[in-house]
């Protein structure tokens, strides 16, 4: 169903259980499920967001200034695509770390062709730095990156299975929704991504799956056509 897609996954997802530096353990199973999805086929860009190491928005109220604090967020999203990397790397699946800007010799700077080089020839490419520009969220860089390569899809990989009509783990009665509209989720207040980088994939037609990656195959799954989490797109 999908050739191209752009995973975006969290910072605190790399950070295992607490959500704090890296956990080796959640790094190899994400490499894992990662690599397993390349080598059946699947072209794979990634883009992490670096919240267990630092969050920019967050040092503000501890008096960083918003500026240099995204540009250290910036920074820590670099530190967990390498990381990264070489758990994809020790699966036997090449991995090349891109910035958004320029950090040689620590990884390339990124342009849309070396990357889409990489991808065609079975490799998995990691966009690290955000946008490159404070204020904007590594949600907002995932979805540039998916419209800028051409992805079939967004894939966000969450600690739950969806959207739900209100959040699963302090509302017993929330329910799952299988699909949604970009104006049924802005409507509803659904909190997909945030409103940039939603109003960029609404007006790139750029459908966004919201999934569970710490289920192991979902990746697989979703490459075989498989209904996983919740599909947002277009009516």
């Known amino acids: 169903m999908y050739k191209r897609v752009l995973l975006?996954?969290?910072?605190?997802?790399?950070g295992g259980p607490a959500g704090k530096?890296?956990?080796?353990?959640?790094?190899?199973?994400?490499?894992?499920?990662?690599?397993?999805?390349?080598k059946a086929g699947l072209q794979i860009g990634i883009v992490n967001g670096g919240g267990n190491i630092f969050r920019g928005l967050q040092g503000v109220g501890s008096g960083f200034d918003r500026v240099d604090g995204d540009k250290m967020g910036m920074l820590a999203t670099v530190i967990n695509a390498l990381a990264l990397s070489m758990f994809i790397r020790e699966q036997g699946v090449e991995a090349k770390v891109f910035t958004a800007t320029?950090?040689?010799?620590?990884?390339?700077?990124?342009?849309?062709?070396?990357a889409v080089e990489v991808l065609e020839r079975g490799g998995v490419v990691l966009i690290a730095g955000g946008t490159g520009?404070?204020?904007f969220t590594t949600d907002s860089g995932a979805a540039l990156r998916a419209l800028e390569i051409k992805a079939d899809a967004l894939l966000k990989g969450t600690n739950v299975d969806g959207v739900y009509t209100a959040d699963p783990k302090k509302d017993p009665?929330?329910?799952k929704y299988e699909s949604l509209t970009f104006d049924e989720a802005l409507g509803r207040h659904l909190k997909v991504m945030d409103q940039t980088a939603f109003?960029?994939?609404?007006?790139?037609?750029?459908?966004?799956?919201?999934?569970?990656?710490?289920?192991?195959?979902?990746?697989?799954?979703?490459?075989a056509g498989e209904k996983v989490g919740t599909l947002v797109k277009k009516a």
């Open 8 to 14: 975006k996954l969290s910072g605190e997802s790399l």
């Open 21 to 38: 530096g890296l956990d080796t353990e959640s790094l190899r199973a994400y490499a894992q499920e990662i690599a397993q999805a390349a």
């Open 102 to 114: 320029p950090m040689e010799p620590v990884a390339d700077y990124y342009m849309r062709d070396k």
């Open 133 to 135: 520009n404070p204020f």
């Open 173 to 175: 009665s929330a329910v």
């Open 199 to 223: 109003a960029l994939c609404s007006e790139g037609d750029m459908p966004i799956i919201v999934f569970d990656m710490h289920q192991r195959g979902n990746l697989t799954r979703i490459l």
